[in-house]
């Protein structure tokens, strides 16, 4: 594999020497591979054949299971996906190198929890990457997605499970176009997706977690500028019901679903780990700072969802009618 994709803001250069990886990756993908363009990536990935640990010897220990030595860090079994992570770092961009090394217990679980593995190991060989670079870079992660329909272009953000990729979907349905489904970067005035296949009930792809199913997202765009910041909530009429809140208020939620979500769990330490061990970029991510300047540029409202997530349109609520009629 030979090939190319925008995520995240970042363009990755992909090389991998290991077919089924390189399946997993396409999977992962979610269509949106293109040709090979290293010469413009900012991340370049690679997966090698080999089964040899990476020659650490002399290197500094950084912590359990990783060593450092200047602009360089070795990480053992990262977020325990079986795979054995060497990363270089230049201003021009960032070169990671993986090999398929899991201990024993690891190898086992990869083939039982075929789903879950199959999440890990695209977080570990392409998003974790992306998002780590993007931080780098001055940018946050968020467990929000941002789509444009309408008249209307609002951040959306809710903890998982409340019902925001049936929403979105709903929108995408009537013709609106979305950053993604669970993660994105953002700035405090734009958003980048993070490129991932959306997953939901009854979607008809591979089954993964929570009896959920995976499909593409289409006609996926790579960033927006949003015009509202939107934060869902499991209301308990069966109309739902929009109301404007205030920027704290919106900031605190798009702040906590992104600590709380399970996409990001591993996250936190693997960004920590490359950060100390090469020391670059901040040593935790500005996902306050970010999410507050959003809140402070953009209106805020607070939607409880009706009793069936999805049956509402977001866009229409937000027109000007909708607000009228919601508020």
């Known amino acids: 594999m030979h090939t190319s994709l925008d995520t995240a803001g970042e363009r990755l250069a992909i090389d991998c020497e290991v077919p089924w990886i390189a399946s997993l ?14 010469a413009a990536a900012s991340v370049r990935i690679r997966v090698e054949k080999h ?23 070795v990480v053992t079994n990262a977020c325990t996906a079986g795979f054995d992570l060497r990363l270089r770092c230049t201003p021009e961009g ?57 008249e209307s272009t609002p951040l959306v953000c809710s903890a998982s499970g409340v019902g925001r990729s049936t929403l979105l979907l709903a929108e995408i349905d009537a013709g609106a176009k979305a950053t993604g489904d669970n993660l994105a970067v953002g700035d405090g005035a734009t958003v980048w997706g993070l490129v991932e296949p959306v997953r939901i009930r009854g979607a008809g792809g591979r089954r993964m977690p929570h009896g959920r199913s ?22 308990q009429s069966e109309q739902p019901s929009l109301s404007p809140c205030s920027p704290d ?7 906590t679903s992104t600590y709380m979500a399970g996409e990001l769990r591993r996250y936190w330490s693997f960004a920590a780990t490359l950060s100390a061990g090469t020391g670059y970029g901040p040593a935790h991510p ?12 953009l ?28 508020a």
Do not use: N
């Not at 499909?215 to 939107?230: C, E, G, N, Q, Y």
């Not at 009793?307 to 000007?320: F, M």
């Open 94 to 150: 960032a070169e990671f190198t993986f090999r398929w090394r899991p201990p024993l217990r690891d190898r086992a679980a990869s083939r039982i929890l075929q789903s879950r593995f199959h999440l890990l190991a695209r977080a570990v060989l392409m998003q974790y990457p992306a998002l780590w670079w993007a931080q780098v870079r001055g940018r946050a992660p968020l467990h929000a997605s941002a789509y444009t329909g309408g």
């Open 214 to 235: 995976e499909t593409p997202i289409p006609d996926r765009v790579d960033a927006l500028a949003p015009d509202s910041l939107v934060i869902l909530e499991r209301g």
């Open 299 to 326: 209106p805020c409202y607070s939607l409880a969802l009706g009793a069936t997530p999805g049956a509402e349109r977001l866009s229409k609520l937000l027109s000007s009618r909708g607000i009228a009629a919601w």
């Open 249 to 255: 208020a919106a900031a605190r939620s798009l702040v």
């Open 51 to 73: 089964r040899r640990p990476f020659d650490t010897r002399g290197w500094q220990v950084l912590t359990r299971g990783a060593r450092s030595r200047p602009g360089t860090v």
């Open 286 to 297: 500005p996902v306050t700072e970010v999410a507050s300047a959003f809140a402070a540029a």
């Open 25 to 38: 990756i396409a999977e992962g993908a979610g269509g949106a591979l293109r040709p090979s363009d290293a």
